[in-house]
């Protein structure tokens, strides 16, 4: 078996995570990896024992040595680097989402399949252990046709990056950033298309900071199963995430819960012992997308890549490149996905209801 080398760009929070689960495969070697700030990259490169580090990134693309891309940028600069991937004829891994508008988002696909390479987008709740469960019990029929869906996405905003603050960097605020994965996730589960959706959205909490960025969505979907959909995102929540699932069949119910109760954990801290953050995430809370509650009742995170789908999700991604398959997460389905958030926007700016195309 070749080892697949992958440069990662992006010293986050998701490279780190990428770079943790790929640490579990013997498939995959990290190579290099690149951010602007050079003292990032080594300090980065240091912690996982990397030969290479650049702070230009187009000198990763342009690596021989790298085979897969695995982009973990700020939102504004996931097509400009997919593309260059694509066009150096390499497979590459693209975080949510997938562009900041549709016709850029297109170009990714475009120059993906006019180059004749895979790119890989990278919507973990596929993969996630509940939403998987959740998808068999579905097709198997367990609650006859899927009448009403409802997805909670909640936090308190992200605490680890001011560019997911400014619109123009981010392509929006919480719809962006945290509902984007409950369309994508809501159109996989039910097999179905939304084909219109109305909306509403405010910033309730965040106005002081919010660079234009809205931070709470509200929105309602209508499928051509003729299923009916509520989503709700927010960044104004306090307590740490809360993303929950309910669908309603015509002979069933599925009720998920992918943040407070998956890990069966349940701690209670008056503030003077350690926190979940410290205990789960050696930066602590600052270093996480969203701050977990510091005091009180609290969720402790266990075997987090899992829960989360992460791990599921990258050993696809490389199963796929070394089998030559289509990924069950594709760059279509993240295009499609910036789709549906464009038409809530649309809808909240018009204040009516907005069909989706295909």
Known sequence: MNTVRVGIIGTGFMAAAHAACF?????????????RREQSCRRFAARYGLGAY???WKELVADEGVDLVDITAPNYLHAEMAVAAAERGKAFIVEKPLALTVDSGRRVCEAAEGNGVTGFYAENRLFAPIFARAKEMIDAGRIG??????????????????WFWDKSKAGGGALIDMGIHGLCLSEWLLAAEIVSVQAVSDTLKWSDRSGSAEDTVMSLARFD???LGQFICSWAVEGGLDIRVELFGSEGTIYLDQARSVNGVFAYSSGTA????ADSESEGAAARPHAASETGWFYPLVDEWNVRGHRRELRHFIDCFIDKTEPISSLRRGLRALKLVHAIYESADKRAEVPVHR
């Open 23 to 35: 640490g579990e495969d013997p498939r995959v070697e990290i190579v290099c990896v690149s951010s």
């Open 54 to 56: 650049t702070a230009d």
């Open 145 to 162: 046709d899927p009448l009403i869906l409802r997805i909670n996405e909640l936090g308190s905003g992200p605490t680890h990056s001011d």
């Open 225 to 227: 199963s003729g299923a």
């Open 274 to 277: 350690k926190t979940q953050a």
